[in-house]
């Protein structure tokens, strides 16, 4: 699996950014989509993940730091991921990243997640 992280960008405080994983090499059904963000000098962190589940949306669970605010859903027909976020904060500035693990548990470790996206910078700053 093939994992393409876009739509970061610069953002006033209070804003919104939409990010997008696309996924190519196979489909995604049966995988977790997961969210992660860097800040500099940080470790990598869980923002948001979502299960796979054919009748309905997915589960959903969400970091604390960005329940809210954040909005993670997947369109399975496109074979992406969104991650809608809204009232942007100087500290959500990082580098996003999208995961995919086929396990098809509700993970917040980095570790359980085998496929990872380049990254997409989301910039908070008046």
């Known amino acids: 699996v093939q994992l393409q992280a876009s739509g970061g960008g610069l953002v006033q405080p209070g804003g919104s950014l939409r990010l997008s994983c696309a996924a190519s090499g196979r489909t995604l059904s049966g995988y977790t989509m997961g969210w992660f963000r860097q800040a500099p000098g940080k470790e990598r962190e869980f923002v948001a993940a979502?299960?796979?589940?054919?009748?309905?949306?997915?589960?959903?669970y969400y970091a604390d730091s960005v329940k809210g605010r954040f909005t993670i859903s997947r369109d399975n027909a496109k074979n992406t991921v969104y991650l809608q976020m809204n009232s942007l904060k100087p500290e959500d500035t990082a580098v996003y990243y999208c995961?995919?693990?086929?396990?098809?548990?509700?993970?917040?470790?980095?570790?359980?997640?085998?496929?990872w996206g380049q990254g997409t910078l989301v910039t908070v700053s008046s």
């Open positions: 995961a995919a693990d086929s396990t098809g548990g509700l993970w917040v470790e980095t570790k359980m997640y085998v496929y």
């Open positions: 979502i299960t796979w589940i054919s009748w309905s949306a997915g589960r959903t």
